[in-house]
């Protein structure tokens, strides 16, 4: 790789040439070079998520500021990839980019918690294209949202999972997947669901969570906003969204304090997340379940079934980790409780 690697690196800032320039002016740039030479390869070392071109495109920036920067840098920027060490089994999964689509129809923009979300008519169908505004550099969003696609890709096809698509290049870059709902259970209209309706919705978010698992995979963002409502007559199908953060249960580690200020609300997690005494596991995606059931029994439902879900939520939000259910005996201790 190495030898490759440096002719490509040596094509793009260039060898020495003969010049007018002054000699120490020369003697400087070569430093400089060098230097960056190393710090490519050093980033490619210690961060194997990091592709070869995004390495270049760093060290590019680095060479027109002529600053001292770190792996540190790269972890900043790629957000989605800080929960989770460098895992081969994700990354080895083919992204399908998407050919150029002309003659788009924009329908309607949403905001989620890091991303923006982009409703079009492609091909016939409805459409969402994903981005993340705070991402200013491509390389950066483009690994991100190719996390997220490759995630949801290695868990398999659901009944209440999101289905990708693929991503779509073209000045920008987004991930593209079938549009499900415009609504959403922090959006939804506030008690106009009867008690077993919400039941079922409850079944089926538990069902996917079982399903994660079952994959060995954490969504680590299990709120409001990442379930949406889909419309199927009479009853609503729950679509768990927001794969943005999600980590193979082996590549789980903990949040730093850093991580905890990229969320606006960081109630969903459990006490030994919040501390940083224990990695992310499947024992906090039941506490935001839980969390997310607190939510659901003040918004959605009238007080005759508050108090069920409050119940489920109680057993599932345990201070101790080891004393909270886990998710395939989620739908018993529903339809028991």
Do not use: W
């Not at 440096?6 to 000699?23: A, P, Q």
């Not at 200013?136 to 868990?155: G, Q, T, W």
Request: net charge positive; aromatic share 8%; proline share 4%.
């Amino acid at each position: 790789m190495n030898a490759a690697f440096l002719s490509t690196f040596k094509g793009v800032f260039g060898e020495d040439t003969d010049s007018d320039d002054d000699l120490s002016e020369r003697a400087r740039l070569k430093k400089t070079t060098n230097s960056l030479q190393k710090q490519v390869l050093h980033l490619l070392s210690e961060n194997k998520r990091l592709r070869q071109r995004d390495a270049m495109h760093v060290c590019s920036v680095l060479k027109s500021n002529l600053q001292p920067r770190s792996c540190a840098l790269v972890e900043n920027s790629l957000f989605s990839h800080t929960l989770s060490y460098p895992d081969d089994v994700v990354d080895s999964i083919e992204v399908d980019i998407l050919q150029s689509v002309k003659k788009l129809k924009p329908l309607s923009t949403l905001e989620g918690t890091f991303g923006r979300v982009h409703v079009y008519t492609m091909l016939g169908r409805r459409c969402v294209f994903k981005t993340y505004p705070s991402e200013k550099d491509l390389s950066s969003l483009l690994e991100r949202l190719a996390h997220e696609y490759r995630i949801v890709k290695f868990v398999g096809s659901h009944p209440s999972l999101c289905e990708p698509l693929g991503l779509f290049v073209q000045n920008s870059c987004f991930l593209v997947s079938v549009f499900e709902s415009d609504k959403s259970i922090q959006s939804f209209p506030v008690h106009t669901l009867q008690e077993d309706k919400v039941i079922q919705i409850v079944l089926l978010v538990a069902d996917a969570l079982r399903f994660l698992h079952y994959r060995c995979v954490i969504h680590n963002h299990i709120v409001p906003a990442n379930v949406l409502l889909k419309s199927e007559g009479l009853n609503y199908k729950p679509v768990l969204v927001g794969f943005s953060l999600a980590c193979r249960v082996d590549m789980a580690k903990c949040f730093t304090p850093k991580q905890q200020s990229e969320f606006k609300d960081f109630s969903h997690f459990p006490p030994e997340v919040k501390t940083g005494k224990e990695a992310v596991s499947y024992s906090s995606d039941i506490f935001s379940f839980g969390v997310l059931l607190q939510h659901m029994s003040i918004r959605l439902v009238s007080s005759a079934a508050e108090k069920k879900l409050n119940a489920i939520s109680k057993q599932c939000t345990r201070h101790h980790l080891d004393k909270r259910p886990n998710a395939a005996d989620l739908a018993h201790i529903i339809m028991h409780i």
